[in-house]
């Protein structure tokens, strides 16, 4: 399944890796702490799975030392987009290691016991199709675990960008990509096929010195702008210097420190089985819920005879 619309361009989105790959080799990860983050998180959602995984794949190389410190994963896959990403994870905690892209899984359909995703997913050209070929990837009962960021990340720095761009230019330039929102996430599940989808979010605030440091921040994140029609003509720091008196000006704190937001969507979802519970047959019920709650059924006074 290929979606006919395209917003990123996946060889930025990998140029962005490799050059946050590299600078993290060069600060010792100091600017990846948004994604550590992430890991950690999933890690807590996996520790209340009460089951080992003997094979599972890491989509996205950061945080693969972590994740075997769950003691429930048996042979551990990474793949990333970035080859750079993989020079920073390799080691003995990883089985296997392999440059691939989230829009096309090189594994056999029913192959795979656990499938997780750290913030990659957000900048997949067709969702729809990537989260499908997860599900067929897993084995029947198989888990999949993602990270994502949400539709409110960054919307401080969306408002100033476009604001700073109509005052100086007279128009915008899509700067901020687009994100999904919760709905979003949990229909995409549902029409992936998978069974018992759960989506919830967590917000997580930030606060930074000045805008320059957060451009730096998402910069070295690997989230450079990478839509597809992005203006790549020279940006000059009459935008930028614009764009920072106004998120100052709006987003400060009684510190003078700006905030900015980031939402990390929460996507589980199960490849179907046999054995997982099923919602019940409308009108199977076999008791009342008055009788259930201890209380008194009351009617609603529409006539049911003939």
Known sequence: MQNDILIFDRNRVRLNRDRAARQSRKDGGHHDFMHDWAVRALMNRLSDVKRDFDL???????????????????????????????????????????????????????????????????????????????????????????????GETLHELRSVMMDAEMNLRGGISPRIAPFADKPQAGALLQRAGFNLPVIDSEIITVTYENAFRLMQDVRFMGEGNAILKRDTKFTGRDLFTEAARLYHERFSGPDGRINATFEIIFMIGWAPHESQQKPLRPGSATARLADVLGSTEIGTGESTGT
């Open 56 to 150: 599972a794949l890491l989509i996205g190389a950061t945080g693969s030392k972590s994740l075997l410190q769950q003691q429930k994963i048996g042979t551990l896959i990474q793949m990333d987009l970035s080859a750079e990403h993989l020079k920073n994870n390799i080691g003995e905690h990883v089985q296997l290691s392999l440059q691939g892209s989230e829009e096309f899984l090189p594994f056999a359909p029913q192959s795979l016991d656990l499938i997780l995703s750290p913030l990659t997913l957000h900048t997949v050209n067709d969702l729809p199709g990537a989260l499908l070929q997860i599900r067929q990837t897993l084995k029947p009962d198989g888990l999949f675990l993602a990270a994502m960021l949400g």
